[in-house]
């Protein structure tokens, strides 16, 4: 993968993860996961998109469509897998 589609990549799914930490709030902790989050379902979705070759949005040799849906998966399972609470008797 070339230089221009990876920073391309990293930027946009950092923007996910920080558009979602601004839309669900949560302390620095929180956008750090949120970001983490975003990168790993940007960059499996990526993944996937190159594996099925996918068209849906495709920017160059990186697959924008395919990886934003599961980027924005991701965090929403990683957010509602975060609101679990263990109780300790």
Do not use: D
Request: include cysteine.
């Amino acid at each position: 993968m070339i230089t221009p589609a990876v920073l391309l990549g990293i930027i946009l799914s950092t923007l996910y993860g920080a558009l979602f930490h601004f839309w669900r709030g949560g302390s620095w902790a929180r956008l750090i996961l949120y970001i983490f989050l975003s990168w790993l379902g940007f960059w499996s979705g990526n993944y996937l998109g190159n594996s099925f070759e996918s068209t849906f949005i495709k920017i160059g040799t990186l697959q924008v469509g395919t990886a934003t849906v599961c980027a924005i998966a991701c965090l929403f399972i990683g957010y509602w897998l975060s609101l679990i609470r263990i109780e300790t008797k």
